[in-house]
């Protein structure tokens, strides 16, 4: 069984910092891809980073130059380094995990950016 545990969301000020980390366990196999999403209430969940195996990212546009994704192969870990925060990325965030057969979804985690 894949287990999928996230950590790090909370409440934080605009212009603040949040980390978040995702933890994949089980019989997973190769994991092809790694990543966040996030869902505000009333809005469709949509993608905010991707990781491949190889590296590669893919970040959504609003969130280019504040966020950063990584992702650790041998700890089966995608971390989600969040800067510059504003109101509009709070959001419950999930994380997504891809392997050559099927993804994996998170419980998700709250994000709130309000002072």
């Known amino acids: 069984q894949v287990q999928l545990v996230e950590s790090g969301g909370g409440l934080v000020q605009p212009g603040g910092s949040l980390r978040l980390s995702c933890v994949a366990s089980?019989?997973?196999?190769?994991?092809?891809?790694m990543g966040w999403y996030r869902q505000a209430p009333g809005n469709q969940r949509k993608l905010v980073a991707t990781?491949?195996?190889?590296?590669?990212?893919n970040y959504l546009d609003s969130v280019k130059g504040r966020f950063t994704i990584s992702r650790d192969n041998a700890k089966n870990t995608v971390i989600l380094q969040m800067n510059s925060l504003k109101p509009e990325d709070t959001a419950v965030y999930y994380c997504?995990?891809?392997?050559?057969?099927?993804?994996?979804w998170g419980q998700g985690t709250q994000v709130t950016v309000s002072s």
């Open positions: 997504k995990v891809t392997s050559p057969t099927r993804g994996y």
């Open positions: 089980g019989s997973i196999g190769s994991i092809l891809v």
């Open positions: 990781i491949t195996i190889t590296g590669s990212r």
